[in-house]
T-cell receptor
Framework: GAGVSQSPRYKVAKRGQDVALRCDPISGHVSLFWYQQALGQGPEFLTYFQNEAQLDKSGLPSDRFFAERPEGSVSTLKIQRTQQEDSAVYLC???????????????FGDGTRLSIL | GQQVMQIPQYQHVQEGEDFTTYCNSS?????IQWYKQRPGGHPVFLIQLVKSGEVKKQKRLTFQFGEAKKNSSLHITATQTTDVGTYFCAGLPIKAGANNLFFGTGTRLTVIP
């Protein structure tokens, strides 16, 4: 596709359920980032992949959060035993950067709005 | 820890007035990027600044990177209703192994026709 695609656009889950959010980056983009954006705030970094390698997961808030990109393209962010504070928009971004540094424009998807009841 | 602050948080202007948002980092940056997010949309890349003291222009938008590479500004001349949205700066810390951008708190611009 022409841009970064995320699904689902909206997800409502009950507290304690597991959720999986999908990101399909722009074809050929090496770098993939996940962000969490709370209402009225800027995106906060969660994790970064270069191809299939997860090079930085320092932003993941707890061990309930897990991300993977097994074939270096599509990525999945999984949240286990969801809690109300996990409610946010989860944004995925990709870039061409091959050097592993955030010095390339990032192309964002429309995000998944997660609501935990 | 790394922090990137922006002021003001909100700005309401009459169409045709100018607008400026300021971005300040607690640490020195390798580069800074600016993004625009329309209501209900996703951040869209505007520009990247790399050099100390760099100034770049895009039509009515002027971007500056401070001499110390810790602050930046975005100035919009003669705002239009299409400028409505939240403007974020995002900085890459100048340290070995830094991969991720730190986004600012954003400035939400409202343009009154």
């Amino acid at each position: 596709g022409a841009g970064v695609s995320q699904s689902p656009r909206y997800k409502v889950a009950k507290r304690g359920q597991d959720v999986a959010l999908r990101c399909d980056p722009i074809s050929g983009h090496v770098s993939l980032f996940w962000y969490q954006q709370a209402l009225g705030q800027g995106p906060e970094f969660l994790t970064y992949f270069q191809n299939e390698a997860q090079l930085d997961k320092s932003g993941l808030p707890s061990d309930r959060f897990f991300a993977e990109r097994p074939e270096g393209s599509v990525s999945t962010l999984k949240i286990q035993r969801t809690q109300q504070e996990d409610s946010a928009v989860y944004l995925c971004a990709s870039s061409l950067a091959r050097g592993g540094r955030g010095n390339q424009p990032q192309h964002f998807g429309d995000g998944t709005r997660l609501s935990i009841l | 820890g790394q922090q990137v602050m922006q002021i003001p948080q909100y700005q309401h202007v009459q169409e045709g007035e100018d607008f400026t948002t300021y971005c300040n980092s607690s640490t020195t940056l390798s580069n800074i990027q600016w993004y625009k997010q329309r209501p209900g949309g996703h951040p869209v890349f505007l520009i990247q600044l790399v050099k100390s003291g760099e100034v770049k222009k895009q039509k009515r938008l002027t971007f500056q990177f401070g001499e110390a590479k810790k602050n930046s500004s975005l100035h919009i001349t003669a705002t239009q209703t299409t400028d409505v949205g939240t403007y974020f700066c995002a900085g890459l810390p100048i340290k070995a192994g830094a991969n991720n951008l730190f986004f600012g708190t954003g400035t939400r611009l409202t343009v009154i026709p």
